[in-house]
């Protein structure tokens, strides 16, 4: 099962049960706690009119009854009442409260029941659970129903003993219907229910809309792996949280394996590298130890010199470049004309170009000055320089220039060789990668590389193009800003 899948489960089967447990409390504990608070009311309505009943009934003779009493008047002007009162969600058009008293022995002696209520005057009503528990001093009250069929035809009646001078002389009953108490109790109860409803189908569509951007962020981070996985680079997914931090682990983790992949390639390129000079040495100091002439000593000491120079030059460079490698922010830079540097270097080479009857034309000479490190960026020129020498056939030309292209500053050595085929330019300026010379010698590859990381660190790019015939080497660095 998908991630998605099984994060929108769980999330639809963790809210719909909280949703269902919540319900069932609700609607559990509706009918009782409304029916609680309906029976309160009416226990203290009953003792308020238990109160005002005590002296009419003690003064009633023997036999009598209170129907044309102060009571009784009151409570047909309340039936005669309208109401059109809205509680919260509840319009009350009518009022359901009913009452009846009897007397010391149960006998009826008022009665005003509520809205299909029955209560007779005369009728004994001593056996009724709430006359009889309160004529007892005990706490009276009962519900009834009016059709035993019908659930909903019940009435709720609360007692309270009417006394007269500390004697019990009667009990006041207050009814309500249950109808009405009923009605309040499923409109509750429908709201509820509604309520409920949109609370699950909110909480539904948040777990969706988490679960899809979790998914999306997953896969964010599955895609990152898998381009680290097969040597794509691809920028770190900024994601939140802990994904976010697992994000720069797997990044940190990348860099690691890069590395060692890196050293690893470095250092059979490395051992590669070293391994003709040395051998070249160990020949020449082998043959030394045998009875030679002057000339034939002087000549493998010369191939030993040279040898060792040419290990000298390779870790020199190897150090270098491992300088301009490291994360660590470049030198001090400071405004440097880039066409002084080349008319310089050009000069120092000079015995060279001259030893392989070489030109130099320049074909652009632009003035204007870059922010860089002046020593690396010498460096970088040199090395151009030196590997246009290196490849340029003899008697041939060397096309200079220096020009302003948009916001930076271009500076190109063209040789008129044998060029490079387009599918291995791209691996040029790569550390011990390196192409044939006309001669047949094979470089280090750590010239280019040195120039492109210098690039690299001056906010520029190195770049190859074929001239046809011959390469063209062009650095770009970003132009120092007029005052």
């Given at each position: 099962m998908?991630?998605g899948?099984r994060l929108l489960f769980g999330?639809?089967?963790i809210t719909?049960?909280?949703?269902?447990?919540l319900?069932?409390v609700?609607?559990v504990e509706?009918?009782p706690a409304?029916r609680e608070?309906?029976?309160s009311?009416?226990?203290d309505?009953?003792?308020?009119?238990a109160?005002q009943a005590?002296?009419e009934?003690?003064?009633m003779?023997?036999g009598?009854?209170?129907a044309?009493?102060?009571?009784a008047?009151?409570l047909?002007?309340?039936?005669a009442r309208?109401v059109?009162?809205p509680i919260?969600?509840?319009?009350?058009?009518?009022?359901?409260?009913?009452l009846y008293v009897?007397d010391?022995s149960?006998?009826?002696v008022?009665?005003?029941?509520p809205p299909?209520?029955?209560?007779v005057l005369g009728?004994d009503?001593?056996?009724w659970?709430d006359?009889?528990?309160?004529l007892?001093?005990?706490?009276?009250a009962r519900v009834?129903?009016?059709d035993?069929?019908?659930?909903?035809?019940?009435?709720?009646?609360?007692a309270?003993?009417?006394?007269?001078k500390?004697?019990?002389?009667g009990?006041?009953?207050?009814?309500?219907?249950g109808?009405?108490?009923?009605?309040?109790?499923?409109e509750?109860?429908?709201?509820?229910?509604?309520?409920a409803g949109w609370?699950?189908?909110?909480?539904l569509a948040l777990?969706v809309?988490v679960?899809l951007w979790?998914?999306?962020?997953v896969?964010?981070l599955r895609?990152?792996?898998?381009g680290?996985?097969?040597?794509?680079a691809t920028p770190?997914?900024?994601?939140?949280?802990?994904l976010?931090e697992?994000?720069h682990?797997?990044a940190?983790?990348r860099?690691?394996?890069e590395?060692?992949?890196?050293?690893?390639?470095?250092?059979?390129?490395l051992t590669?590298e070293?391994?003709t000079p040395?051998?070249?040495?160990a020949?020449?100091?082998?043959l030394l130890?045998?009875?030679?002439?002057?000339?034939d000593?002087?000549?493998?000491?010369?191939q030993?010199?040279?040898q060792?120079?040419?290990l000298q030059?390779l870790v020199?460079?190897?150090?270098e470049?491992s300088?301009l490698e490291?994360?660590?922010?470049?030198g001090?830079?400071?405004?440097?004309?880039?066409l002084?540097l080349?008319q310089?270097l050009?000069?120092e080479h000079a015995?060279?170009?001259?030893?392989?009857?070489?030109?130099?034309?320049?074909?652009?000479?632009d003035?204007r000055?870059?922010?860089?490190d002046?020593p690396?960026l010498?460096m970088a020129?040199?090395?151009?320089l030196?590997n246009?020498i290196d490849f340029?056939p003899?008697?041939?030309?060397?096309?200079?220039a220096v020009?302003t292209?948009?916001?930076r500053l271009r500076?190109?050595v063209?040789?008129h060789?044998?060029?490079?085929?387009?599918?291995?330019?791209?691996?040029?300026?790569e550390?011990?990668y390196?192409?044939?010379?006309?001669d047949?010698r094979?470089?280090?590859?750590l010239g280019?590389?040195?120039?492109?990381q210098v690039?690299l660190?001056?906010?520029?790019e190195?770049?190859?193009d074929d001239?046809?015939?011959?390469?063209?080497?062009?650095?770009?660095?970003?132009?120092h800003?007029?005052?």
């Amino acid at each position: 099962m998908h991630l998605g899948l099984r994060l929108l489960f769980g999330f639809f089967a963790i809210t719909g049960l909280a949703v269902f447990v919540l319900l069932r409390v609700a609607l559990v504990e509706l009918d009782p706690a409304v029916r609680e608070a309906t029976e309160s009311v009416l226990v203290d309505a009953a003792h308020l009119l238990a109160e005002q009943a005590g002296a009419e009934l003690a003064a009633m003779p023997p036999g009598g009854t209170l129907a044309a009493g102060a009571l009784a008047d009151s409570l047909k002007r309340y039936r005669a009442r309208e109401v059109d009162a809205p509680i919260f969600a509840v319009r009350k058009r009518s009022l359901d409260f009913g009452l009846y008293v009897t007397d010391a022995s149960g006998r009826v002696v008022l009665a005003e029941a509520p809205p299909g209520g029955a209560a007779v005057l005369g009728a004994d009503y001593s056996r009724w659970r709430d006359v009889a528990r309160t004529l007892r001093g005990e706490y009276g009250a009962r519900v009834s129903r009016l059709d035993p069929a019908d659930p909903n035809s019940t009435v709720i009646y609360v007692a309270a003993p009417v006394r007269h001078k500390g004697r019990t002389v009667g009990v006041l009953t207050v009814a309500r219907s249950g109808a009405a108490l009923q009605r309040s109790i499923d409109e509750a109860r429908e709201r509820v229910m509604v309520a409920a409803g949109w609370l699950l189908g909110t909480a539904l569509a948040l777990g969706v809309a988490v679960t899809l951007w979790t998914v999306h962020s997953v896969r964010r981070l599955r895609r990152y792996a898998l381009g680290a996985r097969v040597g794509v680079a691809t920028p770190v997914p900024r994601l939140p949280g802990e994904l976010g931090e697992l994000a720069h682990a797997m990044a940190a983790m990348r860099e690691r394996l890069e590395g060692r992949d890196h050293l690893e390639q470095s250092m059979r390129a490395l051992t590669h590298e070293l391994k003709t000079p040395l051998t070249a040495i160990a020949g020449a100091a082998e043959l030394l130890r045998d009875p030679l002439t002057a000339p034939d000593r002087e000549a493998f000491a010369g191939q030993i010199a040279e040898q060792v120079a040419r290990l000298q030059s390779l870790v020199e460079q190897l150090l270098e470049l491992s300088k301009l490698e490291s994360p660590r922010p470049p030198g001090p830079l400071a405004p440097v004309a880039p066409l002084r540097l080349m008319q310089s270097l050009v000069g120092e080479h000079a015995a060279r170009l001259r030893q392989r009857c070489l030109a130099v034309q320049w074909v652009a000479r632009d003035a204007r000055t870059v922010d860089a490190d002046e020593p690396r960026l010498r460096m970088a020129l040199s090395n151009l320089l030196v590997n246009a020498i290196d490849f340029a056939p003899a008697g041939s030309t060397l096309e200079l220039a220096v020009a302003t292209v948009g916001e930076r500053l271009r500076v190109s050595v063209r040789d008129h060789g044998p060029g490079v085929p387009s599918a291995l330019r791209a691996h040029l300026g790569e550390r011990f990668y390196s192409t044939a010379r006309p001669d047949g010698r094979r470089g280090s590859g750590l010239g280019l590389a040195i120039a492109r990381q210098v690039a690299l660190r001056h906010g520029g790019e190195l770049a190859f193009d074929d001239a046809s015939p011959g390469l063209r080497a062009t650095l770009a660095l970003p132009l120092h800003p007029r005052p």
